[in-house]
């Protein structure tokens, strides 16, 4: 699971939203130019699955009392399921049993988007301006390495699974009085900035969603999928680095074990203490195990040599 959260894809959120939504519309144009009868792909948000762009464009541009030029208006949320996520949720609910289960989904990301900013007054999703928007594909753009190398075209599909959605959030709350930004750095530490713009911890942000995606729909994570393990491989220190890495080892060590038919306590259990450190076994001394000196002639081995 992938979670990004930016200004916005055009690169501008300090103006009107209508250039966004235009851009994020850019599938239902594409395939209503190839299916007449294609069914476009509404907005989104808590209360509504069939919100439309011109609504989505109104209500975000309205929203924004007491901000200045200068302020950022809304922000962008994209969620990326990965490949085996997305693959998981069609075998369990089918295609379009995935996708509404994937709107439901992005409500509860809000729902935990606003709680992550710990502030009075922003308690739920119910308390944001929000639009969500699923797209199915992702398209090649001139940023992409093949475009440039001629091997495909600008505006060609990409392969593979790429549902993923995209949700437009109001920098203002739903009562258009209270400022929130998802970039403030701070976490308590500047309480006058802090009360502002409120405090939002992007790491526990993108935790929470990977957590709400488990237990909704009962995914098995492996490790090496979890975003503690990419955060400590990227930015952790040498302990944290190794920390993960061997949790990794012990996942492959019970993997392998249940392919032989070992049926007893998860051997990733058992070397995870109740804190979730690692509980390895201290090195045993092997001096036991070593050989023991041949006698030289005349020697007693316990006395030493004879006199």
């Not at 969620?79 to 069609?90: A, D, N, T």
């Not at 900013?117 to 999703?125: A, T």
């Not at 959605?165 to 739903?174: F, G």
């Amino acid at each position: 699971m992938h979670v990004n959260i930016t200004k916005s894809e055009t690169g501008n959120n300090k103006g009107s939203s209508s250039q966004l939504v235009a851009y994020l519309e850019k599938e239902n144009r594409r395939a209503e130019q190839l299916n007449k009868n294609y069914q476009p792909e509404c907005w989104f948000n808590h209360e509504r699955h069939n919100i439309q762009p011109y609504e989505v464009r109104q209500v975000i541009d309205n929203n924004v009392a007491k901000l200045s030029k200068d302020d950022a208006k809304f922000f962008l949320i994209n969620v990326s399921p990965s490949e085996k996520e997305i693959l998981f949720l069609k075998a369990k609910f089918g295609e379009d049993g995935a996708k509404a289960h994937l709107i439901t989904y992005a409500n509860q990301v809000m729902d935990a988007y606003a709680k992550n900013f710990k502030r009075d007054g922003i308690n739920g999703n119910h308390d944001l301006v929000y639009f969500g928007k699923l797209e199915n594909n992702r398209y090649y753009t001139y940023k992409d390495l093949d475009v440039r190398k001629g091997q495909v075209k600008k505006g060609d599909a990409k392969p593979g699974e790429q549902m993923h959605l995209q949700i437009i959030v109001s920098r203002k709350d739903a009562s258009n009085s209270i400022k929130v930004s998802p970039l403030n750095n701070s976490r308590g530490s500047n309480k006058s900035h802090s009360q502002k713009v409120g405090q939002f911890d992007r790491g526990a942000f993108k935790q929470a969603t990977e957590s709400l995606f488990d237990n909704m729909f009962g995914y098995n994570r492996e490790v090496k999928e979890s975003f503690n393990y990419a955060n400590a491989l990227k930015h952790g220190s040498y302990e944290q680095k190794e920390e993960v890495r061997e949790l990794q080892r012990a996942e492959q060590v019970m993997k392998f074990g249940y392919k032989q038919g070992y049926h007893g306590k998860g051997i990733l259990e058992t070397l995870l203490d109740n804190s979730g450190n690692i509980n390895i076994a201290p090195t045993s001394d092997d001096s036991r195990w070593k050989k023991k000196k041949k006698k030289k002639p005349g020697q007693d081995q316990s006395r030493g040599p004879s006199r």
